[in-house]
């Protein structure tokens, strides 16, 4: 496995806020919620995730 960070620094391009998402129990994906919106995030880790660091909640 690589070296991957308990948490990732993403902009919640939804609402503009900065914040912190954490990594899943799985430890394949960072999931969080939008702290203004609460749309829900989720940012996959290894092959096919990505190095992105904005995302727009669903
Ligand atoms: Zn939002």
Known sequence: MEKN??????????CNV???IYINKGGNAYEGRCPK?????KVTIGPDG??????RAR
């Open 5 to 14: 960070k308990k948490f990732l620094g993403i902009m919640f391009e939804c």
């Open 37 to 41: 919106c609460f749309g829900e995030i």
């Open 50 to 55: 990505t190095d992105k660091r904005i995302f």
């Open 18 to 20: 900065y914040r912190r």
